[in-house]
């Protein structure tokens, strides 16, 4: 009787500790692995939608071809979660075959994230060695029906010889497009230097079928800005 108890006390407590399923699992093919997960509600329904992002295990063998890098966007619905979106052409790669130095763009830990109803998907483009320039891209999308559309757009950039910073933030959604320079890493009395236009053409980009290779110099022509 005495081990009777002590079995089920065992068995009690190592239910109580035990790792709960991954509900996300099933969503990573063989032969991939899972290098970042964001939740959150992106309709305002209460209910928590993921993007997840995949990465190949092995390395593709044809020179000039990368791994692919997958972008997968969940919706929650009554019967549980549905894909909305399967891109391996979207995310840049974490290698550059003509770059020995490439910083993974999707280092930071905040590289995905969903809060207050947007997703942003945040880049940070540099190498460990050999560049003298670094730039950070965050596309912000919202959920306009079935689709995520972009609705707004930010560039940090600046260099790490001379401390010049540049900047762009434009807003989708009011139609503002901001520019700035004149400030330097390296001097706090350097102040911005700020421009702010009204973007003219507003034709919305969808998640679903734009690049995020993009022309900052042709932020303001939509049609045209992304590849």
């Known amino acids: 009787m005495k081990y009777s108890i002590a079995l089920l006390l065992t068995l009690a407590v190592t239910t109580a500790f035990a790792t709960p399923p991954d509900p996300f699992s099933k969503w990573t093919p063989k032969g991939w692995k899972r290098i ?3 939740t959150g509600d992106l309709n305002a329904d209460g209910m928590e939608d993921a993007a997840i992002v995949l990465d190949q295990i092995k390395r593709l063998p044809k020179v000039g071809r990368l791994p692919p890098r997958r972008m997968l ?8 979660l549905e894909k909305a979106l399967s891109r391996d052409d979207l995310l840049p790669s974490a290698y550059q075959e003509d770059a020995l130095c490439w910083l993974d763009p999707l280092l930071e830990p905040d590289a995905v994230k969903i809060a207050e109803g947007t ?3 945040a880049f940070h483009h540099g190498t460990s060695c050999g560049s003298y320039d670094t730039f950070t891209e965050k596309f912000a999308f919202r959920l306009e029906g079935a689709r995520l559309q972009l609705s707004a757009y930010e560039l940090f950039q600046a260099s790490r010889s ?9 807003d989708y959604v009011l139609g503002s497009l901001r520019t700035s320079y004149g400030e330097n890493l390296f001097d706090e009395s350097q102040k911005a230097n700020t421009k702010v236009e009204v973007l003219q053409n507003t ?4 998640l679903d079928e734009m690049s995020l290779n993009c022309n900052p110099e042709k932020v303001a022509d939509m049609e045209n800005w992304c590849e």
């Open 36 to 38: 970042a997960l964001a």
């Open 73 to 80: 966007m969940l919706l929650s619905t009554p019967a549980g």
């Open 119 to 121: 997703l942003t998907l």
């Open 162 to 170: 001379s401390g010049d910073i540049e900047q762009i933030k434009v």
């Open 203 to 206: 034709v919305p980009l969808h």
